[in-house]
Antibody, heavy 125, light 111 residues
Framework: QVQLQESGPGVVKPSETLSLTCSVS??????????WGWIRQPPGKGLEWIGI???????QYNPSLMSRVTISADTSKNLFSLRLESVTAADTAVYYC?????????????????WGQGMLVSVSS | QSVLTQPPSVSGAPGQRVTISCSGS?????????VHWYQQLPGTAPKLLIY???NRPSGVPDRFSGSKSGTSASLAISGLQAEDEADYYC???????????FGGGTRLTVL
């Protein structure tokens, strides 16, 4: 079955760029019915959707983060990545990658399964 | 403040039935977007519990059920067990957002 694993630095300095990678095993990111997404959760708080990327399509981002975020994919390595620029303490969170499953029924219906185990990234000097 | 509104907490005794609501609007749940539910046990990643309003992935007990009506959805858990103690999140989409949105989450306490 498909498994996802986040990796990257656990600490990033304020104003610098957060970079994470999600390695996918057990399935290919080249899929017409699946997108690949990032979701974060600040300590003690709820889930926040960051964005998604689809093979052959343009990434889509949360409007609140759009000016600072980039999601890209490397099909040769079967992974996708997150870059978040100019980070502040408010960006401290557990970052999850997840597979987005899609279905069209008038509108695009999407849900997330499976999820990676998550990676805590702290913004601190 | 989340666009999808959930109660911060619910509780119930073992064996009882509880429901968790997810209230949206005409631009998300009411626009025809399905609602999905996730269970997050302490210290773990969220796990898909219900998709497409009422469908259970393989392995999810039938004690968990979902429904949707109008601009709201509900997750019901019957025969409460201690291991159900977790945070529960609803998720949907919105016509004004080319992406997903999550409810604020509900903490279930089993008394």
């Amino acid at each position: 079955q498909v498994q996802l694993q986040e990796s990257g630095p656990g600490v990033v300095k304020p104003s610098e760029t957060l970079s994470l990678t999600c390695s996918v095993s057990g399935g290919s990111i080249i899929s017409s019915s699946h997108y690949w997404g990032w979701i974060r959760q600040p300590p003690g708080k709820g889930l926040e959707w960051i964005g998604i990327i689809a093979y052959g399509g343009s990434p889509q981002y949360n409007p609140s983060l759009m000016s600072r975020v980039t999601i890209s994919a490397d099909t040769s390595k079967n992974l996708f990545s997150l870059r978040l620029e100019s980070v502040t303490a408010a960006d401290t969170a557990v970052y999850y990658c997840a597979r987005q499953i899609n279905m069209v029924r008038g509108v695009l219906i999407s849900w997330y399964d499976p999820w990676g185990q998550g990676m805590l990234v702290s913004v601190s000097s | 403040q989340s666009v999808l509104t959930q109660p911060p907490s619910v509780s119930g005794a073992p064996g009882q039935r509880v429901t968790i609501s997810c209230s949206g609007s005409s631009s998300n749940i009411g626009a025809g977007y399905d609602v999905h539910w996730y269970q997050q046990l302490p210290g773990t990643a969220p796990k898909l519990l219900i998709y497409g309003n009422k469908n259970r992935p393989s392995g999810v007990p039938d004690r968990f059920s979902g429904s949707k009506s109008g601009t709201s959805a509900s997750l019901a858990i019957s025969g409460l067990q201690a291991e159900d103690e977790a945070d529960y999140y609803c998720q949907s989409s919105d016509t004004g957002l080319r992406g997903s949105l999550f409810g604020g989450g509900t903490r279930l306490t089993v008394l």
